[in-house]
């Protein structure tokens, strides 16, 4: 027997009801019927029709939690009806059971719609006649034997023109077509939905609410970029500019969700660009700030940087940027302020004020601060501006930073920047701000005075908002880790080209590298390592792919990894690159091919295991687990970083000549050669050790570190 279930959120004509019922009953189908109408006052008159049950679906909200409450205000009618039932389990029961879910009215198509997706079997209708219709279908299919439901797609012209028709009336009426699975997964569906949200002549509020319902409907589907395709080319029929930069803007972030580079970014960046320009004309600085926070926000969102194996920045980084620097508003924040005074020379009469900050990561510091803190000409202090409320809150306040760089430096924020900084700036002779994010934005918001300012941008930073967002103006001198980053960020970054740029330098990370010279273990010579596994960047796939090349030719090669796993929380790409790794990397583990240390405080100890160290990474600053490596004597095996591959500086020009290679068929090719026997694997490793300790060690690049500060020869 078929079960059907009939869903009202208006009470529906009785008589009409007991006529449809019957008819279902006399095609041997059980009827139930819930609705968030009032059921209590005609409780006895349903009782009268053969009914199989009843129910009372919840009539509000206010068991639900405030944010639910929010989202349903601002939701069409239909959607609040899906709010008020979702978690009723009487219905969502009765709709896993039924061969037959129809929505008695408009207001219940959402909420059909939405049950269908918790059984894809059943047939989902608008409409008691196309319910009948559906059942009549299913009788033949079951007299034929039939184990698969057939559907039929009403043809696209007349569904499209009626659609149109009816858009404007009632945007839940488009979903009377969208409620069929068949037409939300099938290519004619997609179509159907794009002429749909396009049609000429629909008002911008249908328009809006009709490409939302669509995009939800394509997600549901599976069509991720359908859903995005359907919110882009609705914005594209919208004049007014705040709308059809906020239906960009979901259309790129419903990419990005799924771990999608979005194939719409520049208009979505671009519409909200001229939000921002728009604004700022009108001298309207906190919705300017608003919308170039959000086109900034989009254009360097980490899904498109960082959590990929490739980033627009490295195929084009003056390309990529030239939108944003078309804009009036971006060019006033990009515009350098100075300072009134130049830094002050270093005292000679007492010792050197030196302050050290960063935001909770001091991962590079420790020797920084070890060394300083007794140094006899240096009086260090160390703020970790995420330790006290007031100076996190001001650290990472991009929209307000924005906002006051767009007003000239007229509001609040720079106020409570002039009140919580200016103490530090006054006591220290010399600021050390590690990583180039959100605190050099802060700092450089006001003047520094005639303390000198230095800041440290790591590798990570180039790929963000935050260098744009910083007056270099302000800052003395700025270190870089490397010459090919500093290479990507100046040309990232105009004011670092101009006449009041910092000075540039590069220092290596401070490593204490010789307590990494320890004795080998027997069995290192056939050991690969891999230190560093959390991120998408560090590409540990490549180094598998190395690993079943060399294997080929000995199994007596096995992979040592080294580090915590990659956080799936991150984001969907860095989520998606986890999932096949671990694909990958199961039979290798359960072979024994692969084995995962996981997270050390003693990667010196590690290394004694290790006899070959990989450097599988896209992109780095300097790799400080492949000098460690380098530095107990292993072999190094360096890739040659895709994103800086070819480049003036690179990989090739950081390491020795011979350390670097161009793929895993090199990598594999080096490995063999260099460990074919024990003596040429440990000549090779001692000489890559002495390179490691006199060029990396500490007690060579503390003399950096003390000429940048003291100005010691």
């Not at 909420?111 to 047939?123: H, K």
């Not at 939000?275 to 086109?295: F, I, M, T, V, W």
């Not at 540039?504 to 990370?509: C, F, Q, Y």
């Not at 050991?527 to 090349?549: F, H, M, T, Y």
């Amino acid at each position: 027997m078929t079960e059907v279930l009939f869903v009202a959120t208006k009470r529906p004509e009785l008589g009409i009801l007991a006529d449809s019922v019957t008819k279902f009953r006399d095609r041997d189908a059980k009827v139930y019927l819930a609705g968030t109408f009032h059921v209590l006052p005609v409780a006895e008159e349903l009782s009268l029709i053969p009914l199989e049950g009843v129910h009372q679906l919840p009539r509000g909200l206010s068991s639900r939690s405030s944010s639910v409450r929010r989202r349903a205000k601002a939701s069409p009618a239909g959607m609040k009806v899906w709010l008020q039932s979702q978690r009723d389990r009487w219905l969502r029961r009765r709709a896993l059971k039924a061969q037959v879910i129809v929505a008695l009215d408009p207001g219940a198509v959402y909420t059909v719609w939405r049950l269908s997706q918790y059984n894809p079997a059943a047939e989902a209708h608008f409409g008691v006649a196309a319910a009948l219709t559906a059942l009549t279908a299913l009788d033949k299919l079951r007299q034929q034997g039939a184990v698969a439901r057939q559907a039929a797609l009403p043809a696209l012209g007349a569904v499209a023109k009626d659609v149109r028709r009816s858009i404007d009336g009632i945007p839940a009426a488009m979903m009377r077509t969208a409620t069929a699975r068949p037409v939300m997964r099938s290519a004619l569906g997609a179509r159907l939905w794009r002429s749909a949200v396009t049609a000429p002549g629909v008002p911008v509020k249908a328009r809006v609410a009709a490409s939302r319902y669509v995009a939800e409907g394509m997600q549901w589907a599976g069509r991720t970029s359908g859903a995005a395709i359907a919110l882009t080319t609705a914005a594209s029929k919208i004049s007014d500019l705040a709308v059809r930069a906020e239906l960009l803007d979901e259309g790129v972030m419903t990419e990005i969700a799924r771990g999608i580079s979005p194939r719409d970014l520049h208009k979505a960046v671009g519409a909200r660009l001229a939000q921002a320009d728009e604004q700022y004309a009108k001298g309207n600085h906190e919705a300017a700030s608003e919308a170039l926070n959000r086109a900034l926000f989009l254009d360097f969102h980490r899904v498109m940087h960082i959590d990929q194996l490739s980033s627009p920045l490295a195929e084009d980084a003056k390309g990529y940027i030239e939108r944003l620097h078309g804009s009036s508003a971006f060019q006033a924040v990009a515009r350098p302020r100075g300072r009134k005074t130049p830094a002050a020379a270093p005292p000679t009469d007492r010792p050197l004020r030196l302050l050290v900050t960063t935001s909770a990561n001091a991962n590079f510091l420790h020797h920084v601060l070890s060394l300083y803190e007794g140094h006899p000409r240096v009086e260090l202090r160390y703020l970790d501006l995420a330790a006290q409320k007031s100076l996190k809150r001001i650290s990472w306040a991009a929209r307000l930073m924005l906002e006051d760089r767009l007003a000239d430096g007229t509001t609040d924020y720079q106020a409570d920047v002039e009140r919580l900084m200016r103490p530090y700036l006054d006591w220290a002779d010399t600021v050390f701000l590690d990583w180039s994010v959100g605190p050099a934005s802060m700092l450089t918001t006001i003047d520094p005075g005639d303390t000198r300012i230095v800041v440290r941008l790591h590798s990570y930073e180039a790929f963000t908002r935050w260098p744009h967002m910083t007056d270099f103006s302000r800052v003395d001198d700025l270190v870089f880790v490397a010459p090919h980053v500093r290479d990507l960020v100046t040309s990232l970054v105009p004011q670092l080209r101009g006449k009041t740029a910092p000075r540039t330098h590069v220092l290596d990370n401070a490593m204490d590298l010789s307590d990494f010279v320890r004795p080998k273990s027997a069995d290192a010579r056939f050991n690969l390592g891999l230190i560093g596994v959390s991120q998408v960047a560090k590409d540990p796939r490549w180094a598998l792919d190395v690993l079943k090349r060399v294997r080929e030719h000995d199994e007596r090669y096995r992979l040592l990894l080294v580090g915590g796993d990659m956080d799936p929380k991150t984001s969907k790409a860095t989520s998606d690159y986890r999932t096949l790794f671990e694909r990958e990397l199961a039979p290798l583990v359960e072979s024994g091919a692969v084995v995962r240390l996981g997270p050390t405080d003693d990667v010196p100890g590690a290394l004694t295991d290790i006899g070959v160290i990989l450097s599988s990474s896209v992109r780095e600053g300097c790799h400080v687990g492949l000098m460690e490596g380098a530095a107990s004597a292993a072999l190094p095996v360096v890739r040659d970083w895709p994103f800086y591959a070819g480049r003036a500086h690179s990989a090739r020009t950081l390491y020795p000549e011979g350390w670097v290679v161009g793929s895993p068929e090199e990598a594999s090719q080096r490995i063999l050669d260099v460990t074919s026997t024990e003596e040429s694997w440990q000549k090779a490793g001692a000489l890559a050790s002495e390179h490691a300790v006199s060029s990396w060690d500490w007690s060579v690049v503390q003399k950096q570190f003390d000429r940048l500060f003291l100005g010691e020869v």
